[in-house]
T-cell receptor, first 111, second 116 residues
Framework: GDSVTQMEGPVTLSEEAFLTINCTYTATGYPSLFWYVQYPGEGLQLLLK?????DKGSNKGFEATYRKETTSFHLEKGSVQVSDSAVYFCALGPNTDKLIFGTGTRLQVFP | NAGVTQTPKFQVLKTGQSMTLQCAQD?????MSWYRQDPGMGLRLIHYSVGAGITDQGEVPNGYNVSRSTTEDFPLRLLSAAPSQTSVYFC???????????????FGPGTRLTVT
């Protein structure tokens, strides 16, 4: 069945370091792909999305490119801040009725 | 707009008790859903609804009931609570993707439930 695999955390970085969080997926057809972020004590918020192959989603300095050939949607940011500390979820939308989430990756950024 | 609201924020139940988690949205979204979040498991879909009067099961529906009598409200009922239902529960809503477009899901702040 459809699934999402994320790298295990926590990811610990110093401020201004480069961030990559890996996400790969298994799906039939042409799913949409998403990154959601969860700040402490809050619900999830959409960070970015891509709806077809080679699309690049971007928001708040974060980017991810929908790579159909490698079935990946890795999240990147060139220079992280302490305020980016959160849990990041990769998600797959196999159809318009459902989202399938990865297990989440906790990011901790230290000054 | 208040967005998606959930009550209560915290709840402790004894095994066998029943309760209803409330969820409401004021964005006129057709689609609503319930997830549970467990450590190492991510979010798993419990039930969802694509409009008033229509509900369907997600990945982990056992032990939970839902109904959708209005567009705004989507309560989740635990019929007989079990310790395995200890979790954080999130409600989410979005426009329905009737044109094949995936719209952003808006999440509520969550309900932390402990079953002893």
């Amino acid at each position: 069945g459809d699934s999402v695999t994320q790298m295990e955390g926590p990811v610990t970085l110093s401020e201004e370091a480069f961030l990559t969080i890996n996400c790969t997926y298994t799906a039939t057809g042409y799913p949409s792909l998403f990154w959601y972020v969860q700040y402490p004590g809050e619900g999830l918020q959409l960070l970015l999305k891509a709806t077809k192959a080679d699309d690049k989603g971007s928001n708040k300095g974060f980017e991810a490119t929908y790579r159909k050939e490698t079935t990946s949607f890795h999240l990147e940011k060139g220079s992280v801040q302490v305020s980016d500390s959160a849990v990041y979820f990769c998600a797959l939308g196999p159809n318009t009725d459902k989202l399938i989430f990865g297990t989440g990756t906790r990011l901790q950024v230290f000054p | 707009n208040a967005g998606v609201t959930q009550t209560p924020k915290f709840q402790v139940l004894k095994t066998g008790q029943s309760m209803t988690l409330q969820c409401a949205q004021d964005m006129n979204h057709e689609y609503m859903s319930w997830y549970r979040q467990d450590p190492g498991m991510g979010l798993r879909l419990i039930h969802y609804s694509v409009g008033a009067g229509i509900t369907d099961q997600g990945e982990v529906p056992n032990g939970y009931n839902v109904s959708r009598s209005t567009t705004e409200d989507f309560p989740l009922r635990l019929l007989s609570a079990a310790p395995s239902q200890t979790s954080v529960y999130f409600c989410a809503s979005s426009y329905s993707g009737s044109l094949g477009t995936h719209y952003e899901q808006y999440f509520g702040p969550g309900t932390r439930l402990t079953v002893t």
